[in-house]
């Protein structure tokens, strides 16, 4: 401690007082003297010193009450008490409440300087003490404040990615949902927690088949899977989903980064090009084959008829041949008029209509059919269906088509049950679940391309027309198949819906 050290000394006996003053002003301190508390104080408020060495008995304000008044002022401030043998309860106390310790007079200067030193020095490392501290609050203030931000900014970055992420541990339970995980499931992102993803994300009631995340808990490495979910209003939803395991250095995952991409447009986008692309070549193609063959079946058929029309046996006898001749170049006609049609489709002409008018019509159409092949037809349609825009005509072709492909895969007979309910908020969807043979996994990509059929008769354009037809009325068609088992086409058709209606299906 500096010798040029402030000390305060109150003692209402002028002789202590100035000897005191006197002994530790020749060891080089900066005494400031004080006859009473009040006066004390003054001088306390005026220089700050650090120690402060006071009589206990003093009129007015005593030592004690000097102390406290210094101490809620200054708690760092070193307090010695100095005091007779007949109040050393009094020193004692003043000890306990906060004193740095008492002298009994008389005392020798030695004694004196060695309590002072002493004083100075614990109030120094006090002091220093104090500024540590001060200086650590500050940067935890900072680092909180820096934790604070970054967390703030991580959950920003989290929930403001529009794909969906989770994170899941072993059991595929979600541990963190971001808002667009939320979306996709229809759950708050908090309730998420503790939940299955395979259940929450992709309503399964067990992990997926393919499931990236037991793949990634599997090598530790980032896996990408391309998948699939039903939504609530039967639309079919294609993902992307990766995952990326999250794992101590050199230790098995414990938790996974589950990222999912919606890519349902993209893959609506991508057939509805590849399909058009096609169909526009195909397109060509057949109008210039139509074309063609047309001119020239024109004229066998001409001829055939008026070879018909001419009497005669020898023309008798090879009548037989002619009519055979007749019979296809009409059958060759009607398939040249279709591909016609399909070269050059028509706009839909809409009206208002009930859907399942167009199914039913559809239906009957094949009642004979269905009845000789032992199927049997099962209706299910909701009450109060809504109406939608269509054109009657590309309608009940869409439903024939579906009909008739449902039929042709179970010559042996089956089921087809048709169902037909509102997808809120915006579709009539009508599914037709046959218990046919199915489609195998590879044809399941083909079935939409034109000209491709497994049918030793078929001509593979059904389900390419009936697709346009739904597209065209602003729609979808989806089919879904289990070999052995059977197919469920599903088609979305836009809903009529009045306004009021409409705002609480939202
Ligand atoms: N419900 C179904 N069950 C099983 N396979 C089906 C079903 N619907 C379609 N398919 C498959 O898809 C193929 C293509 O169907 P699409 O209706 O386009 O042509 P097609 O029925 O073969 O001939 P057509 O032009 O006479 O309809 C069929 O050949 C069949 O393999
Ligand atoms: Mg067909």
Redesign the pocket.
């Given at each position: 401690m500096g010798v040029s050290a402030k000390v305060l000394i109150v003692d209402d006996d002028p002789d202590i007082l100035d000897s005191m003053a006197e002994g530790l002003r020749t060891l080089g301190y900066d005494v400031l003297p004080a006859s009473d508390g009040e006066a004390a104080f003054q001088v306390f408020r005026a220089e700050h010193p650090p120690l402060v060495i006071t009589d206990l008995q003093m009129p007015r304000i005593d030592g004690l009450g000097l102390m406290k008044t210094i101490k809620a002022a200054s708690p760092s401030t070193a307090v010695l008490i100095i005091t007779g043998h007949a109040d050393l309860d009094s020193a004692i106390q003043a000890v306990r409440q906060g004193a740095f310790d008492y002298l009994v007079k008389p005392f020798d200067l030695e004694t004196l300087l060695g309590r002072v030193n002493q004083a100075l020095e614990r109030h120094r490392l006090l002091a220093e003490n104090e500024v540590l501290l001060a200086e650590l609050e500050q940067r935890v203030q900072a680092r909180t404040a820096a934790l604070v931000e970054s967390e703030r900014r991580l959950h920003a970055l989290f929930n403001g990615i529009t794909d969906s992420l989770v994170i899941v541990d072993q059991a595929f339970t979600i541990v963190a949902a971001n808002e667009a995980a939320a979306a996709l499931s229809g759950t708050p992102a908090e309730s998420l927690i503790v939940r299955n993803c395979f259940r929450e994300l992709f309503g399964r009631e067990e992990v997926c088949e393919g499931c990236p995340i037991l793949e990634s808990f599997a090598t530790g490495r980032a896996t990408s899977r391309s998948m699939s979910r039903r939504d609530s209003d039967g639309c079919v939803r294609y993902l992307e989903v990766s995952g990326y395991p999250l794992a101590d250095e050199g230790e098995r995952p414990t938790e996974a980064v589950e990222h999912i991409r919606d890519v349902t447009e993209k893959v609506h986008q991508a057939h509805h090009l590849h399909n058009s692309e096609k169909l526009a070549a195909v397109g060509q193609f057949a109008a210039g084959l139509a074309h063609e063959l047309g001119n020239a079946l024109a004229i066998i058929g001409g001829a055939v008829q008026f070879l018909l029309g001419c009497p005669g046996d020898r023309r008798q006898a090879s009548r037989e041949y002619l009519e055979v001749i007749h019979r296809n170049v009409a059958a060759a006609g009607g398939t040249i008029r279709d591909l016609l049609a399909f070269a050059k489709p028509r706009e839909p002409s809409l009206r208002v209509l009930d859907v399942t008018e167009s199914l039913d019509r559809a239906r009957l159409l094949l009642r004979g059919e269905f009845e000789k092949h032992g199927v049997e037809v099962v209706r299910q349609y909701a009450p109060g269906l809504p109406r939608i825009q269509g054109d009657r005509e590309q309608l009940q072709q869409v439903f024939l088509?579906l009909l008739?492909?449902?039929l042709?895969?179970m010559e042996d007979g089956g089921t087809i049950t048709i169902t037909a309910v509102f997808g809120p908020p915006e579709w009539v969807r009508v599914e037709l679940t046959?218990t046919?043979?199915?489609?195998s996994k590879e044809?399941l990509d083909r079935?939409f391309d034109p000209f491709?059929?497994?049918?030793e008769r078929?001509?593979?354009?059904?389900?390419?027309i009936t697709h346009r037809h739904v597209e065209a009325h602003g729609g979808r068609l989806t089919v879904e198949?289990q070999e052995g088992k059977g197919?469920r086409?599903t088609v979305l058709l836009p809903a009529m819906i009045p306004e009021g209606v409409q705002a609480r299906a939202r």
């Open positions: 088509n008739l492909n449902a042709q895969a046959d046919g043979h199915g489609i044809h079935i491709f059929t497994t049918r078929g001509t593979g354009l059904g389900l390419s198949s197919t086409v």
